[in-house]
């Protein structure tokens, strides 16, 4: 299995453009994690899917930010618009069914918004 | 809510020898998951050994094994016969073990040196 997929690995944008990072979750997988990394934050869970229906949004900083799930195999985070402050590495993670108890980490989108 | 604890910015130690990394968190549930992950400078995060709270016994994987104090709410890592590719920023994570999937809440992490 090619693991969770994550593009671009790499974004650079300006400020107020729309950005829009990519996940595919490995297959067969049925929960979906988003997650940041900043020096200052560290790792927060900013939204995560269960049978592509989000569960817990709690984490997305502000309504800039949205994802969705459309299927199985793929999930959107969006920043529209985005903020220098927003420059971060963005993580997504998946969890097999029925096997709660791993995550799964792609290898991370580091966008910077200058 | 629960909280996860690094006090450790920073660790150090030379090839060969055994390093103990320390997390602590907070809880009032009594069933729930832990887990050491690694973010060498690759960036992708990988477990590397998890914890049941309902188990007594502590994890371990290889080189890798946990000293697990429930009712201290303590969950170090052990890294025996360090190696130079275990340098990486580690990670200690906390989920509950209600539902069909839930989150992890992550430690702000150590960091690892491994000198010659």
């Known amino acids: 299995d090619a693991g969770v997929i994550q593009s671009p690995r790499h974004e650079v944008t300006e400020m107020g453009q729309e950005v829009t990072l990519r996940c595919k979750p490995i297959?067969?997988?049925?929960?979906l994690f988003w997650y940041r990394q900043t020096m200052m934050r560290g790792l927060e869970l900013l939204i995560y899917?269960?049978?592509?229906?989000?569960?817990?949004d709690s984490g997305m900083p502000e309504d800039r930010f949205s994802a969705k799930m459309p299927n199985a195999s793929f999930s959107t985070l969006k920043i529209q618009p985005s903020e220098p402050r927003d420059s971060a590495v963005y993580f997504c993670a998946s969890t097999p069914a029925g096997k709660i108890d791993e995550q799964y980490f792609g290898p991370g989108t580091r966008l910077t918004v200058t | 809510a629960q909280t996860v604890t690094q006090s450790q910015p920073e660790m150090s130690v030379q090839e060969a020898e055994t390093v103990t990394l320390s997390c602590t968190y907070d809880t009032s549930e009594s069933d729930y998951y832990l887990f050491w992950y690694k973010q060498p400078p690759s960036r992708q995060m990988i477990l590397v050994i998890r914890q049941e709270a309902y188990k007594q016994q502590n994890a371990t994987e290889n080189r890798f094994s946990v000293n697990f104090q429930k009712a201290a709410k303590s969950f170090s890592l052990k890294i025996s016969d360090s190696q130079l590719g275990d340098a990486a920023m580690y990670f200690c994570a906390y989920r509950s073990f209600t539902g069909t999937a839930s989150k992890l809440t992550f430690g702000t992490g150590t960091r690892l040196q491994v000198t010659l």
């Open positions: 297959s067969g997988h049925n929960s």
């Open positions: 899917f269960n049978n592509n229906v989000p569960i817990d």
